[in-house]
């Protein structure tokens, strides 16, 4: 016995001290990480055996060791007993029978749909529309917030569909609409793969073209729990790591409940204690592991069930409307408005609404058109529909143009033009040497190009004649910006044109060793800050033994630098030897 509580005592010290050694136990075949899992538990229990042989009054070793074993076995009933009984009451008191009818619910009046365990911003998303799409339906309000299921919401916004003609004022366009086909069970029967996501585009053309015609969505007066016709509470809930509630409930005017779906999850103290394991983490990696009392987890209902698409199921609503010839009729209409002169806000939604359909996925025939919705001053607001359009280094040598004079729009915010900028950046060597007035006024206007400084790398298309003054004065702009941050996107700029311009830009040398050995310096804030302009200056043909050196950094420190900065210079020229040829 005594042999086997050091044995468990030390294992049992081992695994609550350091709980991360019994994940590592399972990683080495299993085996190890059960034993620590269990070692608390056999320790207490070994101790418990022991504490209690003492006390009987047995003729042999092995009989007071076998009484005493089922005293403690006994002992760790009893005291969970208790607890688990009051868990299992409260369990009990909380279970709501599912209520499933027959037909589905004919929604009217005012709908208020209800989030109590959501913290973001009420918006009109798929399923406001799904339920506004009911024809009896005059409006949805949407409730966010909430706390412990009590109905406290934090805000709330209400949506109404209208009819319209083109020439009425903007309304409010809805969140991601093409959503509902991945949300509806029904959709994603009848669509799958490539299909679901032309349905979804599809839904979301459908929409565009409905809002900028005859129907406009608009915000209304919320309305209250007590005012509304219909409330709908969507509740989604997890407690820790013990329980997990996710519910939809539908109730009419006088509270009675039309329609409940639940799926609920908690865990109650177990029979016999025990110490259990419990690991947690996400995305694949181990955040946190420890020790518990053991316990039971209890379910009931599905456990497959989502409110969201379970609600979209339980209402009567027309089917939305998946015809990929609504994309081609939205595309028509879209090349008509940019080709017209006149063109009302609501129809010049369009374009943007065109431009949110493709997600990082175009074709070359739409490269023209795109260019067309970037290049016309008509079309604002463009930053969040071009995000997922390309990817920052796969822009195609088409939007060139259009992106330039995006910048110079007086509207086109300072974080979309710098993104622009970054996307110009990555085109092809050469693309900007015959440039147009856009690219020259952006380089010609420190008020733009501070906004877009990426762009500044373009200046090495041109001939170090009109390339080295143009830098040299974006590098006075650069000296007289205070705030370190933004200098540190121009003087990156100009880095990485010099980086390019190589030996062409050796007039500029003496300048810039100048700033670099000045206290403190401007061009630069960290050592790899300082490895990036040695390697810029040995690009502009200073000689590797040349480079500047810091009078604290010794001849061994300088030395190492000096092999980094060869290296990565012999790396350079391999990577891009055909620009440098040319």
């Known amino acids: 016995m005594k042999f086997a509580l050091v044995i468990t005592g030390v294992l049992a010290a081992l695994a609550i001290a350091v709980p991360m050694l019994v994940v590592a136990g399972y990683f080495l075949l299993i085996v190890p990480g059960l034993v620590l899992t269990a070692a608390p538990t056999v320790f207490l229990y070994l101790a418990a055996t022991a504490a209690v042989r003492r006390l009987l009054m047995k003729s042999t070793s ?15 009933l009893a005291v969970m007993q208790p607890f688990r009984a009051a868990a299992l009451a409260t369990y009990t008191a909380k279970s709501l029978p599912d209520v499933v009818p027959a037909n589905a619910v004919e929604l009217d009046g005012h709908v208020r749909l209800e989030f109590p365990d959501s913290r973001r911003q009420p918006d009109c998303d798929y399923l406001s529309l799904a339920v506004l799409e009911s024809p009896r339906v005059q409006s949805v309000t949407t409730s966010t917030g909430g706390h412990g299921g009590q109905r406290e919401p934090a805000e709330s916004a209400s949506y109404a569909l209208v009819s319209a003609d083109g020439n009425s004022p903007v309304g409010i366009f809805p969140s991601e609409p093409g959503r509902i ?6 959709l994603v029967q009848k669509h799958r793969g490539r299909h679901l996501v032309m349905a979804a585009k599809a839904v979301e053309a459908n929409w565009a073209l409905r809002l900028s015609g005859d ?13 509304a016709d219909w409330i709908v509470q969507i509740e989604d809930r997890t407690t820790d790591q013990t329980s997990r509630l996710r519910r939809i409930t539908i109730l009419d005017a006088t509270g009675a409940v039309r329609f409940r779906r639940s799926y609920r999850k908690q865990a109650v103290p177990a029979r ?11 995305a694949g990696t181990i955040s946190n592991a420890s020790f518990h009392v053991g316990r039971q987890v209890l379910e009931s209902g599905d456990r497959s069930l989502n409110p969201e698409s379970a609600l979209l199921t339980a209402i009567s609503r027309p089917a939305p409307r998946c015809d990929v010839q609504d994309i081609a009729l939205l595309r028509e209409r879209v090349e008509q408005i940019l080709e017209g002169p006149e063109a009302s806000r609501a129809q010049l939604e369009l374009p943007r609404r065109f431009l949110g359909l493709f997600f990082f996925d175009t074709s070359e025939e739409d490269h023209s058109l795109i260019a067309r919705i970037v290049a016309d001053d008509r079309v604002t607001d463009l930053e969040q529909p071009m995000k997922n359009v390309f990817s920052k280094d796969k822009i195609p040598v088409a939007l060139r143009d259009a992106y330039a004079r995006r910048i110079l729009m007086n509207h086109t915010s300072a974080n979309m033009r710098y993104r622009l900028a970054e996307q110009l950046a990555n085109l092809p060597r050469g693309t900007f040497a015959d440039p147009t007035e856009e690219h020259l006024a952006i380089w010609n206007t420190p008020e733009v190009y501070r906004e877009a400084a990426p762009f500044l790398v373009a200046l090495a298309d041109l001939s170090p004649e009109r390339a080295v003054p143009a830098l040299q004065a974006a590098l006075d702009t650069a000296l007289g910006v205070p705030d ?11 880095c990485q044109a010099f980086v390019r311009l190589g030996p062409n830009a050796a007039s500029a040398v003496p300048r810039i060793r100048e700033l670099f050995l000045r206290r403190p310096s401007p061009i630069l804030r960290t050592s790899k800050g300082a490895d990036q302009w040695r390697f810029t200056l040995a690009r502009m043909g200073v000689p590797i033994k040349d480079l500047p050196v810091f009078p604290n950094q010794s001849p061994r420190t300088f030395e190492l630098i000096c092999r980094r900065i060869a290296d990565r210079l012999r790396q350079y020229e391999r990577d891009h030897a055909k620009e440098i040829a040319s």
Do not use: K
């Open 181 to 186: 086909v991945r949300e509806d069970p029904l």
């Open 484 to 494: 370190w941050n933004e200098r540190r996107r121009l003087v990156n700029g100009i």
């Open 62 to 76: 092995i009989q007071a060791t076998a009484a005493a074993f089922g005293v403690v076995i006994f002992l760790g």
């Open 215 to 227: 129907e406009r969505l608009q915000q209304v007066e919320p309305h209250a729990a007590d005012t």
């Open 272 to 282: 016999l204690f025990y110490l259990g394991f419990h690991v947690s983490g996400g």
